[in-house]
T-cell receptor, first 117, second 112 residues
Framework: NAGVMQNPRHLVRRRGQEARLRCSPMKGHSHVYWYRQLPEEGLKFMVY????????ESGMPKERFSAEFPKEGPSILRIQQVVRGDSAAYFCASSPTLRDRVISGYTFGSGTRLTVV | GQQVMQIPQYQHVQEGEDFTTYCNSSTTLSNIQWYKQRPGGHPVFLIQLVKSGEVKKQKRLTFQFGEAKKNSSLHITATQTTDVGTYFCAVNLQGGTYKYIFGTGTRLKVLA
């Protein structure tokens, strides 16, 4: 039973380019959470999605960032016109239901480490 | 806003020594979780504490939730080199919600 899969593991983008980060939740999971970790810091909540719905995007920057979780396929975190400050590790977690995640803790993917040059 | 402070920020110990990290909140918590992140790795869930004064053990790790549910501690007895990493607490204010606020983390280095 594969865990939460994220790709790519490492992504290098020049300033102004677009970054697309993918997250495939665990089998049977329909809830996805994205967190960002700046170097030497803790994780910051970005967005919570269910299939085809954004439930809470209160942690997402207002501009350039968007997220989706389509009916088919992985969840995508998209960053347009990247800047150096976007360099961070982006982690995704999934759960079957909200209650299960609250009880058992997040299962995080291995993350995507974005470097903007 | 909600503040979650972890102390110390860094800790170097000799292998075999004990280690404790503390997590302090400015408000009463519904529950708290602890995670470990190895260098270059991803956070791995260790445990969740829910009840006031709760104490849970996992081998050499002891987790405690304060009586007022505003603070928590993680204690490692007789550290080993495999304990190296950053330990994060993650707090939940309202219970039943998905949004956890992560602490700043304590980076543990164990010297052989």
């Amino acid at each position: 039973n594969a865990g939460v899969m994220q790709n790519p593991r490492h992504l290098v983008r020049r300033r102004g380019q677009e970054a697309r980060l993918r997250c495939s939740p665990m089998k049977g999971h329909s809830h996805v959470y994205w967190y960002r970790q700046l170097p030497e810091e803790g994780l910051k909540f970005m967005v919570y999605l269910q299939k085809e719905n954004i439930i809470d995007e209160s942690g997402m920057p207002k501009e350039r960032f968007s997220a989706e979780f389509p009916k088919e396929g992985p969840s995508i975190l998209r960053i347009q016109q990247v800047v150096r400050g976007d360099s961070a590790a982006y982690f995704c977690a999934s759960s079957p239901t909200l209650r299960d995640r609250v009880i058992s803790g997040y299962t995080f993917g291995s993350g995507t480490r974005l470097t903007v040059v | 806003g909600q503040q979650v402070m972890q102390i110390p920020q860094y800790q170097h110990v000799q292998e075999g020594e004990d280690f404790t990290t503390y997590c302090n909140s400015s408000t009463t918590l519904s529950n708290i979780q602890w995670y470990k992140q190895r260098p270059g790795g991803h956070p791995v869930f260790l445990i969740q504490l829910v009840k006031s004064g709760e104490v849970k053990k996992q081998k050499r790790l002891t987790f405690q939730f304060g009586e007022a549910k505003k603070n928590s501690s993680l204690h490692i007895t007789a550290t080993q080199t495999t304990d190296v990493g950053t330990y994060f607490c993650a707090v939940n204010l309202q219970g039943g919600t998905y949004k956890y606020i992560f602490g700043t983390g304590t980076r543990l280095k164990v010297l052989a």
